[in-house]
């Protein structure tokens, strides 16, 4: 069970991610993915990532451990980046590889549930008129991050 | 020099109060992150309207999600910082 | 709302399907995907994947567009592979863009599940000692494609 | 010629058939799934055999999933197979 965790200034390549997933052993018969990128709209032109760097790679890495002990995976990564992203970059980028292909994609949902919430990283957003939002965590993120504790075994 | 813990400020925190950290003395015994608070409150309006501008107000001590109830001893790190939103 | 279907031989490139799928529309905010693989243990070599040519590819088509017009996405890619496959190759790719996680993530697992037992694919399993199997349908899998049927708002 | 409708055969039933496709003649007025089954295994031993060892057996007609009732007619492509195993 190998875990491969990122906080990056740089893109990632997720043609790159899939494949170190697949390849992690040859009893993988799934892998998950998810992508997160910033989404425009409503004039948003960029955002920027800022987060804890003393806490962050720690705070991931025990989610990813979190993540192989309630699921039956071969591995998980997750990767987040930092930093000033225009719309359409990719922010982050979770994944988990399995026998079966419920668990790869439990832990995928997972992982971006409870990553939201709940590692150190805060979104400023940038709007074309030159406004700046701080986002506000939404409630159904806490809500989504609040059902995994509440449901240990799945 | 030796009783003290620095204080972090993350996000809208850090970009309200203008600055990114402290360093506040505190007792040889600690004292619970609600007290620190209350004290760093009491040094700095600015401070003390930012901490009241955030309801769901976090805390960090040494690197690790705590409670306002937690211990805080010399040399520790406390990092106060609005609800996280990554992804 | 973009589909991209296809029935192909050759290998897919996770990279590649990956960023058609975020590349869709700048209102992505999230990119859910799926890599189905060849699983390896006691003692399996390679799978064939036969199919029925004239049919597959409208198969797809129409499970890509129950896809959009059940879950709010940016669009979704469904591609499946034929012929001879070692361990460790990709046998299927499933992927949805969508503004909100949520979608991309419920549409990704709705294509696995419902691609498993209702496109005319069949696997045939080729062992070390020459044994051939074809595979049985798995129960579960049927299960899991019976649970999006009785839950048509999902 | 023209009262005929092609049956094929997937996957373990066209290996244990030895052939993966038919012509067959039916009525210009069409039959049931059910009445072509039961015509190809009566010309074939081998069809009945293979049709028999599946329990699950499943039907495409005119590359739609179709049930046992569905009628039949002249033309038509009639697809013979085991449950399906994609993924």
Request: aromatic share 6%.
């Amino acid at each position: 069970m190998v875990v491969h965790v990122a906080v990056q200034a740089a893109p990632f390549d997720v043609g790159v991610e899939a494949e170190r997933l697949s390849a992690l052993s040859p009893l993988t018969g799934g892998v998950g993915l998810f992508v997160g990128q910033v989404r425009g709209g409503q004039g948003l032109r960029a955002m920027t990532l800022e987060h804890y760097p003393g806490m962050t790679e720690g705070t991931l890495h025990a989610l990813a451990q979190e993540a192989l002990a309630r699921f039956d995976l071969t591995g998980c990564t997750v990767i987040h980046r930092v930093g000033r992203l225009e719309v359409g970059a990719g922010i982050v980028f979770v994944g988990a590889g399995a026998a079966h292909r419920g668990a790869a994609l439990m832990a995928t949902s997972f992982l971006i549930d409870r990553l939201k919430t709940g590692a150190p990283f805060w979104k400023r957003e940038e709007y074309d008129d030159g406004r700046t939002i701080w986002v506000d965590a939404r409630e159904t993120d806490e809500e989504a991050a609040r059902a995994w504790m509440s449901n240990p075994t799945a | 020099m030796a009783d003290r813990v620095t204080v972090l400020f993350f996000a809208a925190l850090r970009e309200q109060i203008g600055q990114e950290s402290l360093s506040v003395t505190i007792p040889a015994s600690g004292v619970s992150v609600a007290a620190l608070r209350t004290q760093i409150e009491g040094a700095d309006p600015a401070i003390a309207q930012a901490l009241a501008d955030q309801p769901k107000l976090r805390v960090a001590v040494n690197r690790t999600l705590s409670t306002f109830e937690q211990l805080v001893t010399p040399g520790d790190e406390v990092a106060f910082f609005p609800p996280m939103t990554g992804g």
